[in-house]
């Protein structure tokens, strides 16, 4: 089963544009991480945030969380060709234990 | 610092026989993961070990699956028979597995068809 809710499941953008995701989830978390995945590729992580947090950077990354209504944004500023991938939110309940995926959003940026 | 290894990266086999697929996590990384990826979807736990202890093996077919963790090291997922649904990618993860460390590491994942 699956906790996240990814909107929107796919998403093209020029390169340059800013790219928006959002995930939504059901329990109570203690962090909730954002995930890379090239095609026929592995995971690679982006940043975590904490239950506790509201807001994160890193480089052109920008994540919020609202724990009340239980959902979580990624913004990717000024995005580039490179970034065209599959991207996913993953919420931890237990701290370090089972991470739940979401069915992400296929993000397309055109040069 | 090398990352996670898992190997074979592709395996075709025919419904009924065997498979096994072998991940060696990042060095001093206690925690290891084996996910089932879908196609189109996002990653399911399938087990979950802290050193050699599978803590968290809810969500592993057992009649069908089994896994290892020998020396609390290098890891082995074995399916047995295979049936056609079990097409998917089966990837490893690792982490510290220590509290404020719950980044996991994530290998290339393995890919399986089954015909």
């Known amino acids: 089963s699956q906790q996240g809710e990814e909107d929107p499941q796919a998403l093209s953008i020029q390169e340059g544009e800013n790219a928006t995701m959002n995930c939504s989830y059901k329990t109570s978390i203690n962090n909730l991480q954002w995930y890379r995945q090239n095609s026929g590729r592995g995971l690679v992580h982006l940043i975590l945030?904490?239950?506790?947090?509201r807001e994160k950077h890193s480089g052109r990354l920008r994540v919020t969380l609202d724990t009340s209504k239980k959902s979580s944004s990624l913004l990717i500023t000024a995005s580039r060709a490179a970034d065209t991938a599959s991207y996913f939110c993953?919420?931890?309940?237990?701290?370090?234990?089972?991470?739940?995926f979401g069915q992400g959003t296929e993000l397309s940026v055109k040069p | 610092e090398a990352g996670v290894v898992q190997s074979p990266r592709y395996k075709i086999i025919e419904k009924k026989q065997p498979v096994a697929f072998w991940c060696n996590p990042i060095?001093?990384?206690?925690?290891l993961y084996w996910y089932l990826q879908n196609l189109g979807q996002g990653p399911e736990l399938l087990i979950r070990y802290e050193n050699e202890e599978a803590v968290d093996d809810s969500q592993l077919p057992k009649d069908r699956f089994s896994a290892e963790r020998l020396k609390g090291v290098d890891s082995t997922l074995k399916i047995q028979p295979a049936e056609l649904g079990d097409s998917a990618v089966y990837l490893c993860?690792?982490?510290?597995?220590?509290?404020?460390?719950?980044?996991?590491?994530f290998g290339p994942g393995t890919r399986l068809l089954v015909l």
């Open positions: 945030i904490r239950s506790n947090e």
């Open positions: 993953a919420t931890d309940r237990d701290q370090g234990g089972k991470l739940i």
């Open positions: 060095s001093g990384h206690n925690t």
């Open positions: 993860a690792s982490s510290l597995g220590l509290a404020g460390e719950e980044t996991q590491y």
